[in-house]
Nanobody, 122 residues
C-alpha cells in the first residue's frame, strides 16, 4: 500500500507566500513523477506542476515564475513553494505521484493525497 500525506495549507493574504509539503510512504520501488494539482470550487482539477524523475518539469502557465517545486528523492517528498499568491490560487491542492510498488515489476499506478485547502484572501 502507498500513501501520500500533505501538509501546509491555510489562509494567506494576496501577495504572500505559502509552502505545501507531501510525503509518499509504503511499499515504494520507484517514483516516476511527483507533482501538484488543484481544484477550485465549481471547476475541474487542473495541473499545477509535475516533476518527472526523467524529463522536464512542467508548470501551468498561471503559476510559472511564482510557484516552484522541490523534490527530495531520498525522502520521497515533494514541496510546492508558492510566492506572490493571488485570489485565483484559492483551491484544494492535491499531491500526485506515479509510483511503481515493490514487487510489481514495471507497472506504475497513480496516487493522490487527501488534499489541502489554500485560501488567498485579505
Amino acid at each position: 500500500q502507498v500513501q501520500l500525506v500533505e501538509s501546509g495549507g491555510g489562509l494567506v493574504q494576496p501577495g504572500g507566500s505559502l509552502r505545501l509539503s507531501c510525503k509518499a510512504s509504503g511499499s515504494i520501488f520507484r517514483i516516476n513523477v511527483m507533482g501538484w494539482y488543484r481544484q477550485a470550487p465549481g471547476k475541474q482539477r487542473e495541473l499545477v506542476v509535475v516533476d518527472p524523475s526523467a524529463g522536464a518539469t512542467q508548470y501551468a502557465g498561471s503559476v510559472k515564475g511564482r510557484f516552484f517545486v522541490f523534490r527530495d528523492n531520498a525522502q520521497n517528498t515533494v514541496s510546492l513553494q508558492m510566492y506572490n499568491v493571488k485570489p485565483d490560487d484559492t483551491a484544494v491542492y492535491y499531491c500526485y505521484a506515479e509510483i511503481i510498488r515493490s514487487g510489481m515489476g514495471s507497472r506504475s499506478d497513480d496516487y493522490w493525497g487527501q488534499g489541502t485547502q489554500v485560501t488567498v484572501s485579505s
